[in-house]
């Protein structure tokens, strides 16, 4: 039985606050710290967005980590893949070549090469290591929730 977790979207609870993307920013540095996070460093990259909608109101736009992922079946290299029993899709940046298969072949757009030097893809890693990722802990309306399955 596949178990795992999932990120769930209510995108009428998002106001647009962007909590989420600078709560990934900051999980992501050194320093993990928010008040700390220095917003011109071209290495400080979410891995999570906010958009506007058709209605112009934001939705939040995270990686889904399909069932059957398009960027795992795209990737040349095999640095993407999925783990068949937790249901994440993560991307092995070791044996990333660059080509960006996974990027257009995303449904979300959510996968983007790296801001510094363009050569390995970022995603969301669902937060290594940690229980619940800091995009669900910063949101403060409940627009992005996570399930265990």
């Known amino acids: 039985m596949k178990q795992g977790r999932r990120i769930l979207i209510n995108k009428d609870l998002c106001q647009g606050c962007k ?19 220095d917003l011109e460093n071209r290495a400080n990259q979410a891995r999570n967005f906010i958009e506007p909608g058709n ?18 079946t795209a ?33 979300f757009g959510i996968i983007q090469p790296d801001r510094v030097n363009g ?10 290591g940690r229980h619940i990722p800091r995009c669900v802990e910063a949101c403060p309306t409940g627009a992005i929730t996570m399930e265990q399955r």
């Not at 893949?81 to 072949?105: F, H, L, Q, R």
């Not at 050569?119 to 290594?128: G, P």
Request: glycine share 6%; proline share 6%.
């Open 19 to 37: 909590n989420c993307q600078l709560a990934c920013m900051a999980e992501h540095t050194g320093n993990k710290s928010v008040l700390l996070l």
């Open 75 to 107: 990737c040349m290299s095999g640095a993407m893949t999925k783990n068949p029993y937790t249901g994440e899709v993560s991307c092995d940046i070791n044996k990333c070549a660059g080509c960006w298969m996974c990027v257009m072949s995303c449904p």
């Open 55 to 72: 209605d112009g109101k934001p939705v939040p736009i995270l990686c889904r980590h399909c069932d059957d992922p398009a960027c795992v």
């Open 119 to 128: 050569t390995r893809a970022v995603k969301c890693d669902f937060c290594a």
